[in-house]
Antibody, heavy 122, light 110 residues
């Protein structure tokens, strides 16, 4: 079974940092592009960023509004992707999902995790 | 990156068809055939329903179809069923390794 499992969410103070993890299983992680998408409570989905696969030099891409604060990385040996979030703001509070796409559907995210909740509050 | 524009709500009776629009610009929807649609039930993760404008992943009923005209993509759900009631989101590639989401449409089956 193809699966993504997020972890690392929690309560953090404004200005703080948090690193989320996305562990993959059941598919070839190295061939996949990994996305991060977030959803504030009662709101819509928002693209955070993505990291491409080895064939595409692990190139990252980010939503313009988040550039400079968020960094996506991946560890092929652990089949895990990460989202490093710095200088967190209250408006970053959301459920953070990771998902993946493949060369067959380069922008279609066909596997999603269950999400991890980040709360930024003092 | 501006969000794609979707109507906040749509509705239809069982068996009817409903179409949800997703309007972007010549830099995203109009420029690429990389439009995807996602279904999200309350408290659940999104599910891919359409990718590359009109392709269905394995397991998605053929009642779901996608199309595009100019800068506007559309998702049509035919033969509405109760379980189709959910939020629907469109996305489009916007160039330079960027993606953009629509604001979402709540579909109600009357």
């Amino acid at each position: 079974e193809m699966q993504l499992v997020e972890s690392g969410g929690g309560l953090v103070q404004p200005g703080g940092s948090l690193k989320l993890s996305c562990a993959a299983s059941g598919f070839t992680f190295s061939d996949s592009v990994i996305y991060w998408v977030r959803q504030a409570s009662g709101k819509g989905l928002e693209w955070v960023g993505r990291i491409r696969n080895k064939a595409n030099n692990y190139a990252p891409g980010y939503a313009d509004s988040l550039k400079g604060r968020f960094t996506i990385s991946r560890d092929e040996s652990k089949n895990t992707a990460y989202l490093q979030m710095n200088s967190l703001k209250t408006e970053d509070s959301a459920i953070y999902y990771c998902s993946r796409s493949t060369e067959v559907m380069p922008f279609g995210m066909d596997v999603w995790g269950q999400g991890t909740t980040v709360t930024v509050s003092s | 990156q501006s969000a794609l524009t979707q109507p906040p709500s749509a509705s239809g009776s069982p068996g009817q068809s409903v179409t949800i629009s997703c309007t972007g610009t010549s830099s995203d929807v109009g420029a690429y055939n990389y439009v995807s649609w996602y279904q999200q039930h309350p408290g659940k993760a999104p599910k891919l329903m359409i990718y590359d404008l009109s392709k269905r992943p394995s397991g998605v009923p053929d009642r779901f179809s996608g199309s595009k005209s100019g800068n506007t993509a559309s998702l049509t759900v035919s033969g509405l069923q109760a379980e189709d009631e959910a939020d629907y989101y469109c996305t489009s590639y916007a160039g330079n390794n960027n993606l953009v989401f629509g604001g979402g449409t709540k579909l109600t089956v009357l």
